[in-house]
């Protein structure tokens, strides 16, 4: 297994880390049996980071974490991260309360890496009112977790102010290659926490499983330069070869994932620097697609019938690019996409002149081709 290690976090870390979102099912519940022999893979393999959090199926990916890790491999065989919901507060929860139930639940007596989960201007102006950034240092000095970090969801803006809140061990980012470019400033993100000298944690690496189904164009062009690599392996293999990157976070839920994906740490490849101009060719093919051209500028939103027209076109966009035109079928009464009369009211607000009627019907007819 690839490691690395920083000073910052002060202990080495398998570069591939078990997220525990998607542990695996049976009858609506986490399967502890199918759990337990996927943990016990994981362990052998090598993966030493497991990464949770309070509400991760309500506190079931927690006890789970307790039942099929923490009760049955030393502590000291495994770094675990959980996180601080803040957004809770408001609700009447205390951090201290919180980060209790996070402890009982895991069984734990201390977390490696604790996170202020899911920071973005909302969150973080809950944890400036709430002095999260003291409180979550002040139990580092406590002993009770290692490291103090944030997993993060904005602009490289709202980044920065946080960056400077605090002395951070290290930061979580979602960075993927599509990401890293458009719209999400990936790159921005991951260099202003490098120039920090603070290692990253990456989530999201295959963007929620997106970049495991490319666009057909998207498959061919990778199969052309590695017929055996799957498109999800270059996924990973772009957020390893960062060189500030401490952990790949994958949220395996199957053996089979689990396989595939040591075999592509057990040896891991940097991305040679043609590698990286395959997957910048990548990106240009899925911007390159015949898109709908929506801002989200909003300016269409009255519609009589209330279409969410900026939300139509954006899932449009992002099924053609990932290839998951089926999902999209899955939302076409919560986006009232039907309920168009033709009225043709939003069109004259539209400043990039989008025919939305006849994008709308087009949408409508893709996804009535799938039935
Ligand atoms: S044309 Fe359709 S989407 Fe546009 S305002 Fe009329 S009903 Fe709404
Ligand atoms: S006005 Fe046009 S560009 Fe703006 S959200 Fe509506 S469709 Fe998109």
Known sequence: MEKRIF?????????LGLGCMRFPQKDGKIDLAETEKLVDACIAGGINYFDTAYVYGDGD???????????????????????LPMWLLPEGHTPQELLETSLRRTGVSYFDNYLLHNLNQENWDICKKER????IFAKKTAGIVRNAGFSFHDTPEVLNEILHAGD??????????????TAQRARGQYEMVTERGIPCIIMEPVRGGALASPHPDVVSLLRSADPEASPASWALRF??????????LSGM???????ENLRLFNHFQLLSGEEQELLRQAVAVLEG???????????????????????AFDAYNTCLRFDQMAELQTRIQELHISNCI????????????????????????????LV
């Open 7 to 15: 000073d910052k976090l002060g202990f080495e870390t398998s570069l």
């Open 61 to 83: 990916s927690e006890n789970a974490v307790r039942r099929t890790l923490v009760e049955r491999y030393p502590r000291e065989r495994f770094y675990l991260a959980n996180k």
């Open 132 to 135: 999260l950034v003291d409180f």
């Open 168 to 181: 951070w061990d290290f930061v979580q980012l979602q960075i993927n290659y599509y990401d890293w470019e």
């Open 239 to 248: 957020a390893g070869s960062l060189p500030n990157t401490a952990v790949v």
């Open 253 to 259: 839920s199957t053996m089979e994932q689990v396989e």
């Open 289 to 311: 697609l015949a898109l709908i051209p929506c801002t989200g500028c909003n300016y269409c939103k009255d519609c009589p019938e209330d279409v969410r027209i900026s939300s």
């Open 342 to 369: 033709e009225c043709g009211k939003c069109e004259g607000h539209c400043p990039q002149h989008i025919a939305i009627r006849s994008e709308l019907k087009k949408i409508l007819a893709c996804t009535e081709a």
